[in-house]
């Protein structure tokens, strides 16, 4: 297989490989620039994160969106790590058995701890890592954030 080029993608030039193959899809432009990525394919450097540009930041006097990560304590004692943007209409959907499955079995449910973060992205991270903790670490968050809240 002459040409073959480690994408799987074969150039009939006898194998020059990958630079010359790229500058006969981007013809225009100087050194194969690609109309797409706004950068030279050549240089060395990635074509921009598309996810950094995606988000504009809020008008001025806009509210502020806020995201919670959340820890809830079922009827049984077991803890429960969960994300929403309103902390009381949450408790109170899985008061009424639609909050999740694990929930509704273990009815009432009390919501014991939480964080704010600005974006749902962070807040569910912390989900996520509330959901890696242990039950004794889980309990000493709740603990910690009672003697705060009674000082």
Known sequence: MTGALASGVECGNGGIGRRA?????????????????????????????PLRFARAAPAAGAP????????LRCADGSLYAGYTRDLKAREARHNQGHGGRYTAARLPVRIVYSESFRTQQLAMA??????????VDKEALVRRRRRRKSR
């Open 21 to 49: 193959s790229l500058r006969s899809l981007f013809p225009q432009g100087s050194g194969g620039s690609s109309p797409l990525f706004r950068t030279n394919i050549h240089s060395g450097a990635s074509p921009p994160n």
């Open 126 to 135: 912390r989900e996520y890592a509330f959901k890696q903790l242990t039950k």
């Open 64 to 71: 502020l969106k806020i995201h919670f990560a959340y820890l």
